[in-house]
Nanobody, 117 residues
């Protein structure tokens, strides 16, 4: 069993920045991929960004965050971060950390990001 704990959410004004963190209870090098998803009220959960936790650390992003968000990995501390810049009101959502270990997918409890003036 793997636990994922997100942190870093909160209220921010449009144009502001936040950094989300996801701490894994197991070494992330034993995972295949980790990522961030989000779910806005009344909408389906959608992919934000993913990163390969081994090798080159290949990343991919949803089009709506390209150039604004950056996903990164911290292998020493078993964490994945999501740096979010130029935030927009439409980025308001619960952000979830996701990881695949041994072909099984795990989710965190989510952290709320609210972008509002």
């Amino acid at each position: 069993q793997v636990q994922l704990v997100e942190s870093g959410g909160g209220l921010v004004q449009p144009g502001g920045s936040l950094r989300l963190s996801c701490a894994a209870s197991r070494s992330i090098v034993s995972s295949t991929v980790m990522g961030w998803y989000r779910q806005a009220p009344g909408k389906e959960r959608e992919l934000v960004a993913r990163i390969a936790t081994g090798g080159s650390g290949y990343t991919n992003y949803a089009d709506f965050v390209k150039g604004r968000f950056t996903i990164s990995r911290d292998i020493v501390n078993n964490m994945v971060h999501l740096e979010m810049n130029s935030l927009k009101p439409e980025d308001t959502a619960v952000y979830y950390c996701d990881a695949v270990f041994d072909f099984k997918e795990y989710w965190g409890q989510g952290t709320l990001v609210t972008v509002s003036s």
